[in-house]
């Protein structure tokens, strides 16, 4: 069965820290891989990442992935209050409209 | 403000009611999705249209019930829901399957709590 999994649940830091959330997943046919940031409201897209070892960055985020070993890691360096959200993992396989989600890490961000 | 707006966003009901969700994506996009977000659980995936042809139903109760006029339009008919079907209602949108675009635009959500 295809699945998703993120870790850890939930995070408590300070401004200024940096954090790494993982998602690692069981998926045939993997064609993408797929970050989303939800405050309260809908989830906006960060990075979709397809080719292992290639660095997607946008400003304090970054996020790669690694086909062989199965995961991805989301880094957030120099956090911001504005940074507390719910980071949302999927993984969208080569068939089918179809995209596997994970429970999602609730990141919190306290000044 | 993402493209694909939901309405209402939040809705109480008793369990004898009707109602219907509403999601317009005005992005261009011609498949859309119903998920339903609960609490400490995945995204779960209940309807897909593909240029306004349903492709996706993942077992979900005959008491949801989509409708797509169009590919800018989905709706979701709610009929007889039980106090477990409380939970957050995602819309969104992609290009086509094919198109290897394969990037969700989320709407805001519609927060059901059934009575």
């Known amino acids: 069965e295809d699945k998703v999994v993120q870790s850890p649940l939930s995070l408590v830091v300070h401004e200024g820290d940096t954090v790494t959330l993982n998602c690692s997943y069981e998926?045939?046919?993997?064609?993408?891989l797929l970050w989303y940031k939800q405050e309260k409201k809908a989830p906006t897209f960060l990075f979709m990442l397809?080719?292992?070892?290639i660095e997607k960055k946008s400003g304090r985020l970054s996020s790669i992935l690694d086909k062989k070993e199965l995961f991805s890691i989301l880094n957030i360096t120099a956090t911001q209050t504005g940074d507390s959200a719910v980071y949302l993992c999927?993984?969208?396989?080569?068939?089918?409209?179809?995209?596997?989600f994970g429970t999602g890490t609730s990141l919190t961000v306290i000044p | 403000e993402t493209g694909v707006t939901q309405t209402p966003r939040h809705l109480v009901m008793g369990m004898t009611n009707k109602k219907s969700l509403k999601c317009e994506q005005h992005?261009?996009?011609?498949?859309m999705y119903w998920y339903k977000q609960s609490a400490k659980k995945p995204l779960e995936l209940m309807f897909v249209?593909?240029?306004?042809?349903?492709?996706e139903n993942n077992s979900v109760p005959s008491r949801f019930s989509p409708e797509c006029p169009n590919s800018s339009h989905l709706f979701l008919h709610l009929h007889t829901l039980q106090p477990e079907d409380s939970a957050l209602y995602l819309c969104?949108?992609?290009?086509?399957?094919?198109?290897?675009?394969?990037?969700?635009?989320f709407g805001a959500g519609s927060r059901l709590t059934v009575l």
């Open positions: 397809t080719s292992s070892g």
């Open positions: 969104a949108s992609s290009q086509e399957w094919t198109s290897g675009a394969n990037v969700l635009t």
């Open positions: 992005l261009g996009h011609n498949a």
């Open positions: 998926v045939t046919n993997f064609r993408s």
């Open positions: 999927a993984v969208v396989p080569n068939t089918g409209n179809q995209f596997y």
């Open positions: 249209y593909n240029f306004k042809e349903q492709t």
